[in-house]
């Protein structure tokens, strides 16, 4: 866009000189004008569609912002619930452990319930 600016300058010291030097004729004057004045606007151009690229360069800057926050939030909750299933895990094999110990004690006294022996309970005097 530099270059296209650096034409239309050019252009302007021409016409500028042209005018100055009185040696040009009036229709070399108009069309060093009409040159001047299209080079302008095909820079007018440029510049606006500068600026819409940066607009969208910018949109997108904040889309990506968002995005990243997004997946910065979803690893949060990845990790705290890894973090919930690591516990209940340890829940369950603390449980299953709990389970294990009372089992033989459970089927201990059912063997008692069923056969109406209570031979290892305080209170014999009942039962016999």
């Given amino acids: 866009m530099s270059g296209l600016l650096t034409r239309v300058s050019l252009a302007a010291l021409a016409v500028g000189a042209l005018t100055l030097g009185g040696c040009a004729t009036q229709e070399a004057v108009e069309h060093a004008q009409a040159t001047a004045d299209s080079a302008l606007t095909h820079a007018q151009a440029g510049e606006a569609a500068a600026h819409r690229a940066q607009e969208s360069a910018d949109a997108a800057t904040t889309a990506v912002q968002k995005a990243q926050s997004s997946a910065d939030a979803a690893q949060a909750s990845a990790d705290a619930a890894k973090s919930a299933a690591a516990e209940a895990q340890s829940a369950a094999q603390n449980t299953a452990t709990q389970v294990a ?13 069923m056969h109406h022996t209570w031979r290892n309970v305080a209170h014999r005097r009942r039962h016999k």
Avoid: C, S, W
């Avoid at 110990?101 to 319930?113: G, I, R």
């Fill in 101 to 113: 110990a009372v089992t033989p004690k459970v089927a201990h006294l059912e063997h008692h319930h």
